[in-house]
């Protein structure tokens, strides 16, 4: 792994039209894909786990918070081995063993063996979203961080969408096992893809002996207010996104609407137009001011939740597909700007921001679901309503408010 070139030593970053720019942003796209199709297949199956273990809603989603939890336990120690073994090689890693693990997940016997493989798939894959951020803004011009940033994102959300589309219809014809190994072979694919195109670094610096220590760097972010506001947002945003996705489903497979199951999984087509919101974000960002649009993007996440109260179908899948575009507005950018305005220790605050976001995935996916489980769909939205609004002051106070009394690092 390269150390001699870096941002101390005058290193520019590659810029858009670039060869390397585009085989960079291709490889963080499969990286992505093959990283959350293996995360969220789960989501589609959980009606069949369910009907086959007569599990209750909010067990059967642990399947899902299993490997979330890995994920978010994982980010921070696969940032501090990035730091010395180098981004690309930290996320080689991670790949290969996470796509060998979620191999062998669907021919384990029983629900309890299947969480714990499922939460070593997490913790596995950890290194992806941990310093996948970092190693944009270490390799890319600044310019075209955000922007690239995008890209990765939509290659969440589209593993995410193919994982539940191929995982959700096969369950229903072959049985839930089958659901997830099609997935995991489509992982192998996309981990390969990653392998073969991404450069070697130009941007990587190995952490300096004798600096701030990763205690120190982590410490420094949980005091730096902005920062604080921004985890916030991948922890109330993206925990909303996931009880959405988790329970729908079983919302709308009972009265008034009895969808059968195997429609219910063409519900994460509404995913695309996360896509498309989280490339045009990072451009609205540069135009309008990153706050403004991650306001904008709560704000339509929460009319999107208003719409799910309907009980017509047609409203309700309008609902779901502008809460979509909502949180794809904002998880975006405030993801890429934990990496620049990170003033200490990069890789540990894209680091805590996936561990926000990842954490409020499976906190609120299962705490929700409990919600959901003992008093319906209504009280469920009107939790997530809340979870918005908190979102949104935080967002204010942190980002505008509080913003001139960020700390200086040390040193």
């Known amino acids: ?93 991670s790949l290969v063993s996470a796509t060998v693990i979620s191999l062998l997940v669907p021919l384990l016997p029983g629900f309890e063996a299947v969480l714990v493989a499922r939460g070593l798939v997490g913790l596995a894959l950890g290194a992806v979203p941990g310093v996948a951020v970092a190693y944009l803004a270490e390799e890319l011009h600044g310019r075209w961080v955000s922007v690239a940033a995008g890209t990765y994102v939509a290659g969440n959300t589209i593993g995410g969408v193919c994982g539940r589309l191929l995982a959700g219809p096969l369950s229903e014809v072959a049985g839930w096992r089958v659901g997830m190994q099609a997935v995991s072979l489509l992982g192998v694919a996309a981990a390969v893809l ?48 996931a009880v959405v996705y988790n329970y729908l489903g079983f919302h709308l497979a009972g009265a008034p609407f009895f969808v059968p199951e195997a429609l219910v999984s063409l519900l994460f087509v509404a995913y695309l137009a996360g896509t498309v919101a989280s490339r045009a974000s990072a451009s609205l960002a540069v135009r309008f001011g990153p706050l403004r649009v991650v306001l904008a993007g709560i704000g339509v996440m929460m009319l999107g939740l208003a719409l799910m109260f309907s009980a017509a179908l047609a409203v309700v899948i309008l609902g779901l597909m502008v809460f979509t575009v909502g949180c794809f507005s904002a998880h975006p950018v405030a993801s890429g700007l934990s990496g620049r305005w990170a003033q200490l220790g990069r890789a540990q605050a894209t680091a805590l921001y996936q561990l926000s976001w990842l954490g409020g995935t499976a ?16 009280s469920t939205l009107y939790s997530l309503l809340g979870m918005c609004f908190a979102s949104a002051v935080l967002a204010v106070v942190g980002i505008r408010m509080l913003a001139r009394h960020r700390p200086a690092p040390p040193g």
């Open 363 to 378: 906190f609120f996916g299962w705490l929700i679901g409990l919600v959901y489980d003992g008093s319906g769909w209504n």
């Open 1 to 93: 792994m390269s150390s001699h070139a870096g941002p101390a030593s005058g290193w520019r970053g590659f810029e858009r039209g670039e060869r390397e720019y585009s085989r960079i942003v291709l490889a963080l796209f499969a990286a992505g894909f093959a990283t959350f199709a293996q995360v969220f297949d789960a989501q589609a199956v959980l009606p069949a786990v369910r009907a086959e273990t007569g599990l209750p809603a909010a067990t059967a989603a642990l399947m899902v918070s299993a490997t979330t939890i890995g994920l978010a336990i994982s980010v921070l120690p696969w940032a501090s081995v990035a730091d010395r073994v180098g981004r690309i090689t930290a996320m080689k890693v």
């Open 194 to 241: 990653f392998l073969l195109l991404v450069p070697a670094p130009r941007g990587f610096l190995r952490a300096p002996r004798g600096g701030p220590g990763v205690r120190t760097r982590i410490l420094f972010q949980l005091r730096d207010p902005t920062m604080l506001a921004l985890f916030a947002q991948g922890f109330l945003l993206m925990g909303a996104f």
